[in-house]
């Protein structure tokens, strides 16, 4: 059984920095695409950022693109998300999840099987 937990969230001011974890457990796929992905209330989950671990392929949303980066864990069992020059409308509840590398680049949430709790991050301006 595949087991996602993320970390790191909090709370910080506009143009702040926070890194958020995760740690995947229980996975046998050599080659899983991990993303993370953000809700705020009334919306659905979003894709911010994807990563194919152990290639190294990265994608980003248009909103985390040059603010953001996703890498892997030395140990290829987990993801970080650096984000920088954080903003308001960054905020919401930030999800790690689990997936197939060959539709990483699409961060549909409907291609990743295996979701964390999800760890929230808020913005103050």
């Known amino acids: 059984q595949v087991q996602v937990t993320e970390s790191g969230g909090g709370a910080v001011e506009a143009g702040g920095f926070l890194r958020l974890s995760c740690e995947v457990h229980?996975?046998?796929?050599?080659?899983?695409?991990m993303g993370w992905f953000r809700q705020v209330p009334g919306k659905g989950r979003e894709g911010v950022a994807s990563?194919?671990?152990?290639?190294?392929?990265?994608y980003y949303a248009n909103s985390a693109r040059d603010r953001f980066t996703i890498s892997q864990d030395s140990a290829e069992n987990g993801v970080y998300l650096q984000m920088h020059s954080l903003k308001p409308e960054d905020s919401g509840k930030y999800y790690c999840?689990?997936?197939?590398?060959?539709?990483?680049?699409?961060?549909?949430?409907?291609?990743?099987?295996?979701w964390g709790q999800g760890t929230q991050v808020t913005v103050s301006p």
């Open positions: 990563i194919v671990q152990g290639v190294g392929s990265v």
């Open positions: 999840a689990v997936g197939q590398y060959d539709y990483c680049y699409t961060l549909d949430r409907s291609y990743f099987p295996y």
């Open positions: 229980g996975n046998n796929n050599p080659r899983p695409c």
